[in-house]
T-cell receptor, first 116, second 113 residues
């Protein structure tokens, strides 16, 4: 139980294009999901908290117009990196809160974004 | 953003050795979590701690929630090759799952053949 998936697992795009990353909770409903970014050999840094049916809460320094988050259902949150640039290349990881059972956050496998 | 300090930053050990790592914070947390991350994967939850002083085991892993609520420790006994990876602690201000996590800087574990 408590499986979180991400799609795609990796993506390469040209500078200036937009990329959408999906995060799904497969066997539970998640009112809250989180998006993290991890640069090589570094820790996970929280980008934003995604709440189903409402606007996401962004961490300080994260541009909400660049990183669009939509949490339209209890099992799906999407992160869209708009007008991507090489410095946006990173490992993006989501987590979902399993409120009904353990009330713990479970992480997806991550999405590797490379912007050329 | 804030990060928790983990030590050591990296460890090189032989198979069968025991491992100890810790995580410290300047502020109080009411939940401590320990995760393991393999290369190119997301973190996997190992142990969750919810009360100060709590000692919890998961197989060969044992973690403790510090009495001051500003630190936590993880021990791995009789290490095996699949223990290789990066271990992260994470703190949460409350016991509620919708609270954001603050991650540690990570401890990279390598097993020397």
């Amino acid at each position: 139980g408590a499986v979180v998936s991400q799609h795609p697992s990796w993506v390469i795009c040209k500078s200036g294009t937009s990329v959408k990353i999906e995060c799904r909770s497969l066997d539970f409903q998640a009112t809250t999901m989180f998006w993290y970014r991890q640069f090589p050999k570094q820790s996970l840094m929280l980008m934003a908290t995604s709440n189903e049916g409402s606007k996401a809460t962004y961490e300080q320094g994260v541009e909400k117009d660049k990183f669009l988050i939509n949490h339209a259902s209890l099992t799906l949150s999407t992160l869209t990196v708009t007008s991507a640039h090489p410095e946006d290349s990173s490992f993006y990881i989501c987590s979902a809160r399993d409120q009904a059972r353990t009330d713990t956050q479970y992480f997806g496998p991550g999405t590797r974004l490379t912007v050329l | 953003g804030q990060q928790l300090n983990q030590s050591p930053q990296s460890m090189f050990i032989q198979e069968g050795e025991d491992v100890s790592m810790n995580c410290t914070s300047s502020s109080i947390f009411n939940t401590w979590l320990w995760y393991k991350q393999d290369p190119g994967e997301g973190p996997v939850l190992l142990i969750a701690l919810y009360k100060a002083g709590e000692l919890t085991s998961n197989g060969r892993l044992t973690a403790q929630f510090g009495i001051t609520r500003k630190d936590s420790f993880l021990n791995i006994s009789a290490s095996i090759p699949s223990d290789v990876g990066i271990y992260f602690c994470a703190g949460q201000a409350t016991n509620f799952g919708n609270e954001k996590l603050t991650f540690g800087t990570g401890t990279r574990l390598t097993i020397i053949p």
